[in-house]
C-alpha cells in the first residue's frame, strides 16, 4: 500500500520558522548591550550574547550551567541573585539604573540592567531575561560634567560681575547671585521671565535684537541704568557687554548679558572734574582782580 502526503505548506512553514530563527539570533547576537537568560530554579546561565562575552571577559561555554556565585565577588553575586529572585516572584519586571560588576579583563563597569521575568504557559517564571547597557564612559562623562557644573555655579555666584543667560526671545534663563541681589530678588525670580517685559527699553531692544539676529557681540561703556523695581537707589553707571552663545552651526542659541558696576569710577570722574573746573574759575577770578 503506497500513499502520498503534500508537505509543501509544512516545508514552507518549516523554512520560515528557521528564517524567522536566523533573523533572531543574528539581532541578538548584533545587539550592542549584553542580552543574557537564566533558568529560574537556579539562575544559571542558559544563554549569552556576543556583546556580553566582549564585557564579562567570558566565553559563553564558560558560564553556561553556571550563576553569578561562580564568577563575581560575593557582594555583587548577592546584589544580583537578590533582583533575580524579585523579578521572578515578584514584580515580574525591574529597572536597575546602576549597577556595578567587576568584568574578568575590563575592570569594574556599570551597568544599566533591564530585567524581566518569562514565564510558562501556566504563568511559572521559567526563566529571566536581561538586558544591560554598559554606561560606564556615560556616567563618569555625567559625573564630570556634574563637577564642572558645580564650579561653574561656584564662580558665577561668587562673582561681583553682574551674569544673565536668556534665550533668543530675550527670556532669563539663569542669572547669577550678584545680577538677583542688585535688584533685591532671587535668582529663581528672574526664569521664564522677559527681560524687557521686566526692564522696558527700546534703545536696549534693539541692540539686544540686532545681537541675536547677527551672532555679533556688543560692548557699551558707563551706560546710566535705573533699577526698575528698585527707584530708591537711584541711577547705577554700568559697562555691560552683550555676548552671543551659537550651536555648531552658528545659529544664535542663547545671549549672555553681563553688567559691571562702575558708578564710583564714574562720580569719581565727575567730582575730579567739578573740582578741575573750580580750580579754573577760582584762578579766573584771582587773575581779574590782579
Given at each position: 500500500i503506497g500513499y502520498t502526503m503534500d508537505i509543501t505548506e509544512q516545508r514552507q512553514a518549516d523554512a520560515a520558522a528557521r528564517a524567522a530563527t536566523t533573523l533572531l539570533n543574528s539581532v541578538v547576537e548584533n545587539i550592542p548591550s549584553m542580552i543574557f537568560?537564566?533558568?529560574?530554579?537556579?539562575?544559571?546561565f542558559s544563554m549569552l550574547n556576543r556583546a556580553g562575552e566582549d564585557l564579562l571577559g567570558f566565553q559563553r561555554d564558560e558560564l553556561f550551567g553556571k550563576n553569578d556565585h561562580d564568577f563575581f565577588p560575593a557582594e555583587q553575586a548577592d546584589f544580583s541573585t537578590a533582583r533575580d529572585r524579585?523579578?521572578?516572584?515578584?514584580?515580574?519586571?525591574?529597572?536597575?539604573?546602576?549597577?556595578?560588576?567587576d568584568t574578568r579583563l575590563k575592570g569594574r563597569r556599570i551597568l544599566h540592567t533591564q530585567k524581566i521575568a518569562l514565564r510558562d504557559a501556566q504563568g511559572r517564571p521559567e526563566f529571566l531575561l536581561g538586558i544591560s547597557e554598559d554606561i560606564t564612559e556615560r556616567k563618569a562623562a555625567e559625573d564630570a560634567l556634574h563637577a564642572n557644573n558645580q564650579l561653574l555655579n561656584a564662580v558665577l555666584d561668587t562673582t561681583p560681575v553682574l551674569i544673565a543667560y536668556l534665550d533668543p526671545d530675550m527670556n532669563f534663563v539663569r542669572v547669577n547671585r550678584a545680577y538677583a541681589e542688585?535688584?533685591?530678588?532671587?535668582?529663581?525670580?528672574?526664569?521664564?521671565?522677559?527681560?524687557?517685559?521686566?526692564?522696558?527699553?527700546?534703545?536696549?531692544?534693539?541692540?539686544?535684537?540686532?545681537?541675536?539676529?547677527?551672532?555679533?557681540a556688543h560692548v557699551t561703556q558707563a551706560k546710566p541704568f535705573e533699577y526698575a523695581h528698585s527707584p530708591e537707589r537711584g541711577t547705577t553707571h554700568w559697562d555691560w557687554a552683550l555676548t552671543p552663545i551659537k550651536d555648531d552651526d552658528g545659529k544664535v542659541i542663547g545671549l549672555v548679558l553681563s553688567l559691571t558696576n562702575v558708578t564710583d569710577r564714574i562720580e569719581a570722574l565727575e567730582a575730579a572734574e567739578r573740582s578741575e573746573l573750580a580750580k579754573r574759575v577760582s584762578l579766573r577770578r584771582c587773575c581779574s582782580r590782579t
Open positions: 537568560v537564566k533558568r529560574a530554579d537556579d539562575l544559571s524579585k523579578v521572578l516572584n515578584e514584580t515580574g519586571h525591574l529597572d536597575i539604573a546602576e549597577e556595578p560588576i542688585a535688584d533685591h530678588r532671587t535668582p529663581g525670580y528672574f526664569v521664564g521671565k522677559n527681560h524687557f517685559a521686566l526692564y522696558p527699553n527700546a534703545e536696549n531692544e534693539l541692540i539686544f535684537r540686532r545681537v541675536a539676529e547677527t551672532g555679533e
